[in-house]
Each structure stands twice: as structure tokens, then as C-alpha cells.
């Protein structure tokens, strides 16, 4: 899966701790679903929760998205059309996506320092802000 808001096999609780600590309204990501095997999930966060929706692939490699009761099942050709989709307002899902919470990844080498930092021992912890 080659997708920006795709993090893999993380658990809902995980999903939901990302979400909650971004708290936009329309911020959603991708996961792997942990009931149906090959299912991948579309997780919203919208007022403090975060709603999800299950995404599956036919046999023909249509990509559909399971909403509410009522709504017309739609098919695309990709997940990115599927995504580009939802972000129109009034789609059937909680709320239009917005932004996603994409994957943090380090690509840069780790900074070297001229000379160790040394915690202060007369501390008996370390803090990161000077008083």
C-alpha cells in the first residue's frame, strides 16, 4: 500500500490517540483493519470522535467504501480517487475529509554535536527547558 495516510496495521486505539491528538475536524488516515483480513479502514476524527469506515477491494480491484444505510455504493479505480471523492462535502460519511494524518518518516542522518550534553547532577531529572 503506497499511500501518505496509510499506517499500516495499527490498532483502533492507536488510530484513535494519532486523531485525538491532531483534533481537526476532517483529519483522517488509513489502516489496516483489524476484523476482516485484507479490508483496510478510512478512520475520521470529527468533535472527539473518530469514525470508521471499512474500505474494500473487489476482485476486479474496485475500491469501495461501506457508509451508511441508504447511501448508493460507489466504486474507484484507485484509492486516491476514492480519497478525492470524499473530500466533497456531504458524501454520506461523518464529515468531508480534510487533511490526512500523514506517516512521519526520518530520512535525514541524526545531528552530531560538538561536545555530549551532561545533565546537571544536582538535578535528579532531566528537563528540556532551561528555568
Do not use: W
Amino acid at each position: 500500500m503506497d499511500h501518505p495516510a496509510y499506517h499500516g496495521p495499527i490498532t483502533k486505539q492507536r488510530c484513535e490517540e494519532l486523531l485525538g491528538k491532531k483534533g481537526k475536524d476532517g483529519t483522517y488516515l488509513i489502516r489496516d483493519s483489524e476484523t476482516i483480513q485484507g479490508a483496510l479502514c478510512l478512520c475520521v476524527f470529527k468533535q472527539k470522535v473518530v469514525f470508521t469506515y471499512r474500505i474494500l477491494q473487489s476482485h476486479t480491484g474496485y475500491f469501495t467504501l461501506q457508509t451508511s444505510s441508504g447511501v448508493e455504493e460507489k466504486f474507484f479505480k484507485s484509492l486516491k480517487e476514492l480519497i478525492r471523492h470524499y473530500k466533497q462535502k456531504n458524501q454520506g460519511l461523518a464529515t468531508h475529509l480534510n487533511r490526512s494524518l500523514k506517516i512521519k518518516t526520518f530520512q535525514e542522518e541524526p545531528r552530531q554535536f560538538a561536545e555530549p550534553v551532561v545533565p546537571d547532577e544536582d538535578n535528579d531529572y532531566e528537563s528540556e527547558y532551561e528555568l
